[in-house]
């Protein structure tokens, strides 16, 4: 089983869609959760960082970790063409400033 | 603020040849650096991790090898390249205290033909 698990994609909206994009984890040490977007032939940029449990909303963008569950999320309002991209998951915690990535998920908002 | 910059954006290198790509950063000091390698649909791979300069952890036994000559200087090296070798290569940088946050140049292409 892999530390952090992320379903691949293709995930495809038509614009205007809630999307929810989704990691599970293993490791119970883990209290520092991030999400990155990634178009495609660039460098990630950093989206969201929370620290343990709990919600934190940035103007479209809500991310929400379970800790209980092992469970992160991103949510996107309103989805926009712009969005189109790979979201990579984070997390690190447990004594290591390493983040451990998930593979990616491919976004596709369509007009 | 900070940036980091990577160079070149594009590489095409036949079998053999060495490799030398460079990343540095502005506006921070003493930072940890990243070299991450991208695969189609494989997620990113931690290459080399250096808390300071001459300091480099490697992560992966391969035919790289990574150095630090300056504070925010980070090379990724080769001496003779192989077909996989091939990827999308990504330097990052972090705090040395604080959050674990990383973040990532804008990349570099390789292919090895």
């Known amino acids: 089983q892999k530390e952090v698990e992320q379903d691949p994609g293709p995930l495809s909206v038509p614009e205007g869609a809630i999307v929810s994009l989704n990691c599970t984890y293993s490791?119970?040490?883990?209290?520092?959760f991030m999400w990155y977007r990634q178009y495609s032939r660039k460098g990630p940029e950093l989206l969201m960082y929370?620290?343990?449990?709990g919600n934190k909303e940035d103007g479209r963008f809500t991310a929400q970790v379970d800790k209980s569950s092992k469970y992160i999320s991103l949510f996107i309002r309103d989805s926009q063409p712009s969005d189109s991209a790979t979201y990579l998951c984070?997390?690190?915690?447990?004594?290591?400033?390493?983040?451990?990535f998930g593979r990616g998920t491919s976004l596709i908002v369509h007009p | 603020s900070q940036t980091i910059h990577q160079w070149p954006a594009t590489l095409v290198q036949p079998v053999g040849s060495p490799l030398s790509l460079e990343c540095t950063v502005e506006?921070?000091?003493?930072?940890?650096l990243y070299w991450y390698r991208q695969a189609a649909g494989r997620g990113l791979q931690l290459l080399f991790y250096?808390?300071?300069?001459?300091?480099i952890s490697s992560e992966v036994p391969q035919n790289l090898s990574a150095s630090r000559p300056q504070d925010r200087q980070f090379i990724l090296s080769s001496k003779k390249l192989l077909l996989s070798d091939s990827g999308f290569y990504l330097c990052?940088?972090?705090?040395?205290?604080?959050?674990?946050?990383?973040?990532f140049g804008p990349g570099t292409r390789l292919t090895v033909l």
């Open positions: 250096s808390v300071g300069i001459g300091q």
């Open positions: 506006g921070t000091s003493n930072p940890n």
């Open positions: 990052a940088w972090s705090e040395t205290s604080g959050s674990d946050t990383q973040y």
């Open positions: 929370t620290y343990s449990s």
């Open positions: 984070a997390m690190s915690g447990g004594g290591s400033y390493i983040p451990t």
């Open positions: 490791n119970s040490a883990f209290q520092y």
